[in-house]
């Protein structure tokens, strides 16, 4: 599975949208970018996951770039609730749902 | 449906003991996952089974740690002996291998400690 890169760190705050960064530059054509998230002493939690289009549920956006090397993550409305470690991890489906987790991006939302 | 359910939720060892972490899957969910977290290594994948044959244990530490699982709706992780650099919180998930999002569900992690 393809590496990636996520900032070790980054404040938000409430009620403003958060952007998490990942880059992903060695992702090949059938792996696709998943996000989860790990709020203090609980386990991971998926939050979305895309091809190549962008994508939106009700947790988040994900936006992916047009040549797939990087992606977006977007909390539109960050609460107190969102911080958390956010995991950016690329996968393919023949990894048999296997998950490598990074450092991912250690967030914390302020009041 | 209850989730993924771990236990103990907490065990306290001595080292040379042997412990046995527990899981129960989502019903219907035919993947199941053991990781390990801890805070130099961070989230590691020690082993998975596609429906209860292991699929993958290149993650397993070493001889000491053994997994099975004999029906669709429970796990085991087993450490025998325990060692103090076992200490960490380990987490069981489970999915269902389908053409949908494959997403993983977690439990809540047996923390375990080895003294």
């Known amino acids: 599975d393809a590496k990636t890169t996520q900032p070790p760190s980054m404040d938000c705050a409430e009620g403003r949208a958060a952007n998490l960064p990942c880059n992903h530059s060695t992702i090949s054509g059938n792996e696709y970018v998943y996000w989860y998230r790990q709020i203090h002493s609980q386990g991971p939690q998926y939050i979305i996951h895309g091809l190549k289009n962008n994508e939106t549920n009700e947790m988040a956006s994900l936006i992916i770039t047009e040549d797939r090397k990087s992606s977006t993550l977007i909390l539109p409305h960050a609460t107190l609730r969102d911080t958390a470690v956010y995991y950016c991890i690329v996968r393919t489906r023949a990894a048999g749902n296997k998950l490598t987790f990074g450092g991912g991006t250690r967030v914390l939302v302020k009041p | 449906d209850a989730g993924v359910i771990q236990s103990p939720r907490h065990e306290v060892t001595e080292m040379g003991q042997e412990v046995t972490l527990r899981c129960k899957p989502i019903s219907g969910h035919n993947s199941l996952f053991w990781y390990r977290q801890t805070m130099m290594r961070g989230l590691e994948l020690l082993i998975y089974f596609n429906n209860n044959v292991p699929i993958d244990d290149s993650g397993m530490p070493e001889d000491r740690f053994s997994a099975k699982m004999p029906n669709a709706s429970f796990s085991t992780l087993k450490i025998q002996p325990s060692e103090p650099r076992d200490s960490a919180v380990y987490f069981c998930?489970?999915?269902?291998?389908?053409?949908?999002?494959?997403?993983?569900?977690f439990g809540p992690g047996t923390r375990l400690t080895v003294l």
């Open positions: 998930a489970s999915s269902i291998t389908s053409g949908g999002r494959n997403e993983q569900f």
